[in-house]
Antibody
């Protein structure tokens, strides 16, 4: 069974940093692109970032470009989201999502993790 | 960025009704469209991909149609467990964007 499990969400002050992790199981991790999608509580969904299977290409939403970095460790079946210079508007549930693209980030989101909560507040 | 305009924002229907939600893209996205179901406190669940293909394990009362800029999502014979918020999402190019959601309630 395909499973994605996010961790690392926390309460952090504006300007602070946080690293989210997503552990994957049940599929050949390196054959799949991975994405992060966030949702402000009670609001809609926003794609944040994606990374191809080999980890050599990454993509970002304009709202996080230059502040967030996506990476992956295929030996650990884990994808990460390093979030720096956090703002109140980054407060959201962050979901890890797998993507059937291998050499591309296709955006064809299939399996989602349960999410991890990030709160940016003083 | 491609804007996805979903309607209606909310919908109330009776068990057994046929329910239709529409999604309009601001430019041609071919058939690169997903439909998701999200229940409170849960992650979104993929129902339809490539505009009309039913994800494995999803009941056949769910269906999708359309291409280009206009898309439709239908639930035939609404069931109580279908109460949720439904989202469309395009994946034609970056950034991938979602509709605002349609909250479905039972009358």
């Amino acid at each position: 069974e395909v499973q994605l499990s996010e961790s690392g969400g926390d309460l952090v002050q504006p300007g602070g940093s946080l690293r989210l992790s997503c552990a994957a199981s049940g599929f050949t991790f390196s054959n799949y692109a991975m994405n992060w999608v966030r949702q402000v509580p009670g609001k809609g969904l926003e794609w944040v970032s994606g990374i191809i299977g080999r980890g050599t290409l990454t993509y970002y939403a304009d709202s996080v470009k230059g502040r967030f970095t996506i990476s992956r460790d295929n030996s650990k079946n884990t994808v990460y989201l390093q979030m720096n210079s956090l703002r109140a508007e980054d407060t959201a549930v962050y979901y890890c999502v797998n993507d059937p693209g291998s050499r591309v980030v296709s955006g064809a989101f299939h399996i989602w993790g349960q999410g991890t909560v990030v709160t940016v507040s003083s | 960025d491609i804007q996805m305009t979903q309607s209606p924002p909310s919908l109330s229907a009776s068990v057994g009704d046929r329910v239709t939600i529409t999604c309009q893209a601001s430019q041609d996205i071919r058939n690169y469209l997903n439909w998701f179901q999200q229940k409170p406190g849960k992650a979104p669940k993929l129902l339809i991909y490539d505009a009309l293909n039913l994800e494995t394990g999803v009941p056949s009362r769910f269906s999708g149609s359309g291409s280009g800029t206009h898309f439709t999502f239908t639930i035939n014979s609404l069931q109580p467990e279908d109460i949720a918020t439904y989202y469309c999402q395009h994946y034609d190019n970056f950034p991938f964007t979602f509709g605002q959601g349609t909250k479905l309630e039972i009358k």
